[in-house]
């Protein structure tokens, strides 16, 4: 990951995960993501849940889409403030959740939430 605000390319299955934490039932949606509005934010696992964040350092941001594996290679995504958008394959969700940002977010910010970069 680059040090300016914005680039968070190169976060692959294996960067996310770190020390393994279950991020590979998720690579599919990690390797669909990267349309224009999801792909300029940050991704970090928690609690076995793929999550984006409007900033690029801990405590992250709230309200950005997240994805649960539910099995056999489904998902269910929640957008903004955990409203369900919907069940499905990596394809479906990665699309609703892509539906839901709003035009106005730009790429993740270097920092954290409590730098307030949400914005």
């Known amino acids: 990951m680059g040090d300016e605000a914005g680039e968070v390319d190169g976060r692959t299955c294996k960067g996310i995960a770190g020390d393994g934490s279950g991020v590979l039932s998720f690579c ?3 390797d669909l993501w990267w349309t224009p509005c999801l792909g ?3 991704p970090y696992m928690t609690m076995g849940t793929l999550c ?5 350092g801990y405590p992250f941001t ?7 594996a539910l099995g056999q290679q489904r998902f269910r995504v929640t ?7 919907g069940e499905g394959s990596a394809e479906v ?3 609703l959740a892509a539906a839901a940002i709003p035009d106005d977010w730009g790429p993740a910010r270097k920092g954290t939430a409590d730098d307030g970069n949400e914005a």
């Open 79 to 85: 957008g903004l403030n955990g409203e369900r958008l």
């Open 40 to 42: 300029v934010l940050f």
């Open 93 to 95: 969700v990665v699309e």
């Open 28 to 30: 599919k949606v990690i």
């Open 62 to 68: 709230n309200g950005a889409p997240s994805f649960l």
């Open 52 to 56: 984006l964040s409007r900033c690029t």
